[in-house]
């Protein structure tokens, strides 16, 4: 996020997921660990057997509210009071470390002022946490000198994201939490080297190592290196892109996504599709962006390719082939080395070891970082700068990275949609444990389709009995830019007032649903807050094998194999 890369260097998590374990106080925001970050959640499991306090703000209850001390189930997108609320806590009651903000900080006073609007009292009103709670909480991050900050999408995926990161980084650095092991600030990221794509410079705005591309410096050093003029402009993000495809792009160049599938208010990016002029896809599977592609370059997937993958604690760690590819497949690499030498470049690479080797040569945060090193040591954490230095556990040891740690202060803005008379609930959505985002992957094995064959929405009990709607009915969803049919799964995980869907499901996409307003800084969508009302429908055909999500996990295992429905297949759906 960018609020990461201003204040504290780059994405990433500053601490490392060993020294979890080590936490005293963990406050995880918005992030369905057990679920999405299996690994992590087992760090932070051992953290709360040894003692540690564990408090959850979520709007929903997760595996982790239930090994919590507290859970903060606050309004979806109301964020910005809950932590405003405690920075008020900690600078009226005089908690903040007053040596760390003088010395290693700018700009205190600024939030100080900011939030002292943001009392607990009104807090709670907004929020619907209760003052108290708030309370507890400020005082405990506070004066608890191992406390971390762990958080993703239920974060991130708003109007207001960015916003959102810079009201936590401001409880970071009033308490000085950062620059010793266990604490810090912890984006957890989300696929496999999303962190390393962003590193390598997968991003409009920045070469690799997080260097801006309109730095005069940074352009000058690229532009001896590489031989070429590059342009000093940063290119549209995601989003960006995405409203513009049909008229500003006629060209589109997919690699390793499922747009069709992933990108917010999808029909109206179907539409744009419509008037495009060529789309190339590059993926190990037909997805369902397929059906736009003129086409197809079958790529090797990861178990059938060397490389590396940057994980979330930045470590970067070495890949091997373990088998061959299938058929025509070949190595992402080697498909875009041909593409680029049939362009008139003369790309000669041999193997991957010599791209990484060219990407860390100029970007010093990797310069020490090789794949010879790897294979000799293991995987090495950046910032890296020579290859005689060990790597980096966690950041800002002995000051902060930039000098000084700024303080941003960060109004409440609502999302942008809120509910209302003709749409009263509000959506959010997200992944479960058994698919896999697109679920290009997950639906292609069968163990994933026996706990969760089909898209479901979560509904509270009361919202459920008031439309007539019992457990396992088939509904209607419906907001102002799409409908769709999935199962109702009755549930008090959600607050009252609110639904919550999984996104992984071809024949229910989510993303009809959704609202594509992006974050003002990050272009990230809302995905986790829109309008929406559910209908139950007067047609009920029985379920595939309905189970829901949450609960299944810890009841009655699949039974035998035999005896259960294969999960079905959607019509675009090669069926691999
Ligand atoms: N099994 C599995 N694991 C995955 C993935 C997968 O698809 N399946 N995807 C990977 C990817 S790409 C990513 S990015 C990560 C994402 O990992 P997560 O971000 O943990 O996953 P999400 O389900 O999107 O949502 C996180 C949490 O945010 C909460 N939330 C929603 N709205 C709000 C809000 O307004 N405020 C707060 N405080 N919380 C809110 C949700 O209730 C949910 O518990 O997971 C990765 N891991
Ligand atoms: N409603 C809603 N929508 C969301 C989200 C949400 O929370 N809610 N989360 C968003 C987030 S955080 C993310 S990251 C996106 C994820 O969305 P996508 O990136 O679209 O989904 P993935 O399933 O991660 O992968 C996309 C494609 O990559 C292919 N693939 C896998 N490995 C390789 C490979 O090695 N090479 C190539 N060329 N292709 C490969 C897969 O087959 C798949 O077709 O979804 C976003 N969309
Ligand atoms: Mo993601």
């Known amino acids: 996020m960018a609020g990461l890369v201003t204040t504290f260097g780059a994405g990433a998590m500053t601490n ?15 992030s369905n660990t057990t679920e999405a970050h299996p690994i992590i959640a087992m760090e932070m499991k051992r953290a709360v057997k040894r003692g540690a306090t564990l408090v959850v703000a979520d709007p929903r209850s997760i595996w982790l509210t239930s090994m919590a001390e507290r859970h903060l189930k606050l309004r979806p997108g109301t964020d910005i009071w809950l932590l405003n609320a405690m920075a008020n806590v900690i600078v009226t009651e005089e908690l903040y470390d007053e040596d760390f903000v003088a010395h290693n900080t700018e700009g205190f006073e600024a939030v ?25 909480t400020a005082r405990q991050y506070a004066t608890t000198r ?32 950062l620059g010793h092991a266990s604490c810090g600030m912890n984006p957890l990221r989300g696929q496999n080297n999303v962190q390393g794509a962003n590193d390598a410079g997968a991003t ?21 290196s590489w031989g070429v003029e590059l342009d000093p402009t940063p290119g549209l993000n995601l989003n960006e892109m995405m409203k513009v495809a049909g008229t500003q792009l006629k060209g589109f160049f997919v690699m390793g996504e499922d747009i069709l599938l992933s990108e917010p208010n999808v029909a109206h990016l179907e539409e744009g599709l419509n008037g495009i002029e060529f789309l190339v896809l590059q993926d190990i599977f037909l997805n369902e962006t397929a059906r736009f592609a003129d086409v197809i370059l079958p790529a090797a997937c990861f178990a059938e390719k060397d490389g590396v993958f940057t994980n979330s604690e930045r470590r970067v760690q070495r890949v091997r082939k373990g088998v061959e590819p299938p058929g025509e497949a070949r190595a992402d690499w080697e498909i875009l080395q041909d593409l680029a030498r049939l362009c008139g470049a003369d790309w000669d690479y041999g193997d991957p070891a010599e791209i990484y080797a060219e990407m860390v040569k100029d970007a010093p945060k990797f310069a020490g970082i090789s794949h010879a090193r790897i294979e000799r040591e293991g995987g090495i954490q950046w910032p890296c700068a020579s290859p005689d230095e060990p790597g980096t556990t966690f950041l800002h040891e002995g000051g902060i990275l930039r000098g000084k740690g700024l303080f941003t202060p960060v109004d409440y803005r609502p999302s942008m949609e809120l509910e209302d008379s003709e749409y009263p609930l509000l959506l959010s959505t997200g992944r479960t444990l058994y698919h896999y985002n697109s679920a290009t992957q997950t639906r292609r094995e069968q163990g994933a389709g026996f706990k ?38 009755i549930s008090r995980q959600v607050r009252r007032g609110c639904i919550w869907m999984p996104f992984h499901f071809a024949e229910a996409r989510a993303n009809l649903l959704t609202n594509d307003v992006g974050d003002a800084v990050t272009g990230t969508a809302e995905y986790k807050v829109c309008a929406a009302e559910v209908k139950r429908l007067s047609e009920q055909p029985a379920p595939v094998a309905f189970r829901g999500s949450y609960y299944a996990v810890e009841g009655p295992g699949p039974g035998k194999v035999d005896e259960l429905p294969m999960a079905p297949v959607s ?6």
């Open 16 to 30: 490392s997921i060993g020294e979890i374990r080590d936490a005293d106080f963990l406050f995880v925001i918005g």
């Open 112 to 136: 100080a002022e900011t939030v002292r609007a943001y009392t607990p009292e009104a807090a709670e009103q907004v929020t619907g946490v209760p003052a108290e709670e708030i309370r507890a």
């Open 146 to 177: 191992k406390a971390g900050i762990y958080y993703t999408l239920g974060i991130t995926e708003h109007s207001h994201g960015t916003d959102n990161v810079y009201a936590l980084a401001n409880l970071v650095l009033m308490t000085g939490h």
């Open 204 to 224: 409009p705005v920045f070469l690799p190592g997080y260097q801006r591309v309109d730095d005069p410096a940074v352009l000058a050093k690229y532009q001896a």
């Open 452 to 489: 969760q064959p089909e898209a479901y929405v979560e509904l509270h009990p009361k919202d459920a009995g008031r439309r007539g709607i019992a457990d396992g009915d088939l509904v209607e969803l419906l907001t102002r830019r799409g409908n769709l049919r999935c199962r109702a799964l």
């Open 571 to 576: 019509a675009a759906d090669p069926g691999d």
